[in-house]
């Protein structure tokens, strides 16, 4: 039978990274989206604003959501504190499957959950399954036109807090206008523009870094 793309991301993988060694996965996954086959993974030049955003933060609590690969799963994930917890959300079991595998070659399974299922219908259970109060950073990398009612359901839901972070991928390219819209025009965010390029290409994107006033 015919392998998908994210099998033959996860093949690679394993053929050119060192089990346990996040860094070499990292550059295993941007080596073969580079030079074999494109992949919407954040990438290296977005991937770097995402690590200073992570290290800046030192968060105790992190919620993905959009898990595809794993790819900023393991970049996050790598720079994590001991007792750090990432949850990622991805509600395509394939892609689900090649991410579980993904972040086991990284060897970091006991920082992450990954949860398989939609945004919508976990986000409200956050507390109650996982026993998180507030997450310290977000990021945001599923469908686009998710993003805002997504946001929304985080602030009914009290999952953000005083200093939360929601950093949002792709806000030029594809784009997320009404995300944009609401989050720059809200007096409870201050919001910056990170401009950087579309992953392994030359296009304009970015990401969006907004702190949630309370
Ligand atoms: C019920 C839907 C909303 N809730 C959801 N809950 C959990 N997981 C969800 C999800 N939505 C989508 N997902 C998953 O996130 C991932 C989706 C990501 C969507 N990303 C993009 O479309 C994207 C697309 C591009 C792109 C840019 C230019 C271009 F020409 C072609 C593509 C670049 C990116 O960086 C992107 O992130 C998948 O794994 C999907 O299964
Ligand atoms: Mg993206």
């Known amino acids: 039978t015919q392998s998908t ?14 089990r346990g060694d996040p860094r070499s996965v990292v550059k295993a996954i941007d080596d073969f989206c580079r030079h074999k086959e494109w992949a919407m993974n954040v990438g290296d030049e977005k991937g770097c604003i995402l690590d200073s955003v992570v290290s800046e933060i030192n968060p105790a609590a992190v919620l993905e959501l959009g898990t595809y ?24 079991p394939d892609f689900a499957a090649i991410a579980r ?18 945004s919508g219908d976990w986000i ?30 985080m602030e009914e839901c009290g999952l953000l807090r005083k200093g939360s972070v929601l950093l949002a ?7 997320t206008p009404d995300y944009l819209e609401y989050i720059r025009s809200s007096p409870r965010y201050e919001s910056r523009y990170f401009k950087s390029h579309l992953e392994y ?14």
């Open 5 to 18: 793309r994210p099998q033959r991301l996860l093949n690679a993988v394993q053929k050119n990274a060192t």
């Open 69 to 92: 690969c794993g790819y900023s799963t393991v970049r996050i994930a790598r720079l994590l504190p001991p007792h750090a917890k990432l949850i990622t959300l991805e509600f395509n």
């Open 169 to 175: 991928d792709n806000v030029i390219c594809p784009g």
């Open 101 to 118: 595998q993904v972040i086991a070659w990284a060897g970091l399974e006991e920082k992450v959950q990954l949860v398989e299922g939609a």
């Open 124 to 153: 409200p259970k956050m507390k109650e399954q996982f026993g998180i109060t507030t997450f310290d950073l977000v990021f945001l990398d599923h469908w686009k036109d998710r993003y805002l009612p997504d946001t929304k359901l």
């Open 201 to 214: 290409t030359k296009v304009e994107d970015g990401l969006e870094k907004s702190v949630f006033k309370g």
